[in-house]
């Protein structure tokens, strides 16, 4: 426990690729790490046990939608959310700002906070910066994000700036509440596509001093050129020996691309999300499985893998399932997804550490990369 | 294979429950045994492999939706129902005289056969006794069920009659166009809850000779004691030395009852369906696991519980999960599902092994038996 926080640079090259361990409450996350997504408190369609066969180690959760259902009090009489999720390996939690902005009705943001009626009962609620590392205490997460306001591409100026205020003063104010030391608390840095404002941000925010950073309000609508510049200019503001995460992102090109650039920790929907509708990541590029072309497919989604899905079903079968609606079929493309996503990061580790990157994450990343 | 169709009754007592050996094309089963059912090429929300660590031996599909979706052609370019669905253990299909009359818009019955409109597409289809053969050699099952006219429970006594001597006539068309030597084929007893059409029915499929005898046209919506009452007539009326299937039953006290009167295979879609639903089966009864009372309920769903399920989630996580309508929570409500009928099934074949039947089952059932 005494190691909670501890942050390891096993390998790091200035300005590029790092290879570390990050030590939390519940294990030890190497990275870069990808997170697969479990909003709700589950990766929909993923028992934790195939989670570990998959090679996850840590997974991101949401303390908002948490706290709207199954509720806070209820995750804690329940013993807390790895007792709740079976998964006993660390856990990260969005904050929900981003959640609560993007779904709630009759939103209202102020400095103090924000006012929302949930998504799940209409009921109003009120979400100040204190109350998110509140939430998250208790449920126990590895990893907490502080509340920040994130905006989308198209916001004003006078709109971002304010946000980088407001997200900088709302991380003082979590961190100000925070109880538990075996909890790890990350800043957010907001700024929108302006290269001052994240240069403020950064600066407010590493002042304060957080056990890791965030970059956010990136995949938030922008032009993918903007994404990568604003990500390479941000790594560079953010302190060497502490984590850095980089919400939402991305593709796997994106993972290759952004890790490269010293970004270490990554979280998106695209393998769970994508594999529920039927949109199968390989080395080739998207197979969308729906095609009448793969009907009589007996290849594997892709020749040569070893995830669970491509060593027991055709394509033609997968289409099957997912045509039929059978919930088999949204299971195997996670799967196989999640499979591919978790590889590529295997390679991406690999290769740092033989000093081999990218050549071998390009190699496992295919046309992605 | 050129044991493919021999039944071995290990044990059995005149009249009573028998445990036997029916030898497939792919693999043995021991019998009695409860078929998890596979309508679509899949057991909803289960993997192979989990369905083989939770005891299935043997699963049931549908050869009339498989024929309607993917279409036998592309099965057979898939390579067979076994390599579609990832499962190399036996296969029994249900001909598919049941869904096409409970699903199929425009149904005309004549002696000739069935004719109907795809439920999928809307296409006019025809189904003929030698088709509905011709349909599960070229999905290459192991067991196969000869077309019967299926009648709910209302049906007037000469529609009963009429459709025991069109069942009789299709299942010999059947049987005449059988090809293949490594499939076995059942002949199904209708005759509604008429003794003297039970005997009739019987009587003449036992004439011609199948592999094995169904008893079809139950639970078909007749009072649970009629069920019973027809169901032990016609199982007196059926050849020892062959498995009797009992088909769509039952409830976790149906598959003690019946087996304790000589059936050797059950098949429901209770443990999965009700699964999906959020009603699990423990020995207590039914537990709904939607009750607001289990929010807060950190115990599993049944104490005791050697499953994946209940191992690893408290009926609080679990409720959770069902009420967020996480694909996660269907799947463990499955699994712990099945794992409660097959391990009754297992207590079941123990209990007649041992000489302890009832009360093995008895007790592993619960409240059930």
Redesign the interface.
């Known amino acids: 426990m005494r190691d909670v926080g501890r942050f390891d640079l096993v390998r790091a090259s200035p300005g590029g690729p790092r290879l570390g361990r990050l030590h939390t409450a519940h294990g030890v996350v190497e990275t870069p790490a990808f997170m697969p997504v479990a909003t ?10 195939q989670l570990r066969t998959l090679g996850a180690t840590i997974v991101l959760s949401n303390a908002y939608h948490l706290a709207q ?2 509720g806070v ?2 995750v804690r ?3 807390g959310l790895h ?4 998964w006993d390996g660390p856990i990260l939690t969005d904050s929900g700002g981003f959640q609560v902005m993007s779904l709630g009705d009759l939103i209202k943001v102020d400095d103090t906070g924000v006012q929302y009626r949930s998504h799940v009962d209409g009921r109003a609620g009120r979400l100040r910066p204190e109350d998110a590392i509140a939430v998250q205490e208790a449920l126990g997460v590895d990893i907490a994000m502080s509340l920040d306001e994130c905006l989308p591409a198209s916001a004003a100026p006078d709109a971002v700036a304010r946000a980088v205020t407001r997200t900088r003063d709302w991380a003082a104010r979590g961190l100000g509440a925070r109880t538990r030391t075996d909890m790890l608390l990350f800043g957010i840095v907001q700024g929108g596509l302006d290269p001052d404002q994240r240069t403020l941000s950064a600066a407010g925010l590493c002042a304060l001093g957080f056990d890791g950073y965030a970059v956010g309000g990136l995949s938030v609508g922008e032009a993918r050129e903007d994404t990568a510049r604003v990500a390479a200019a941000t790594v560079a503001l953010l302190p060497r020996e502490r984590p850095r995460y980089l919400m939402g992102v991305g593709t796997p090109g994106d993972l290759i691309r952004f890790a490269a650039m010293g970004y270490d920790l990554f979280d998106c929907v695209l393998p769970t999300r994508n594999g529920r509708n039927g949109t199968l990541f390989t080395r080739q590029g998207k197979l969308m499985i729906r095609n009448a072309a793969h ?2 497919d ?1 290849r594997p989604v892709e020749e040569g893998c070893a995830c ?1 899905t491509c060593t ?3 394509r ?2 997968l ?3 997912v ?2 609606r ?7 493309a996670t799967l196989h997804n999640l499979h591919f996503y978790l590889t590529l990061m295997h390679a991406i580790r690999a290769g740092i550490a033989e000093g081999s990157f990218p050549e071998r994450a390009l190699e496992t990343g295919g046309v992605w990369a």
Request: hydrophobic share 40%.
């Open positions: 709700h408190g589950s990766v929909k369609g993923v028992l934790p046990d259902r199954p009090e209820t009489a329940l013993g007792t709740l999720m079976g009907a009589r007996s669970y027991h079903f055709s033609g079968a289409r099957h399932l045509m039929a059978e919930m088999l079929g949204a299971q195997l």
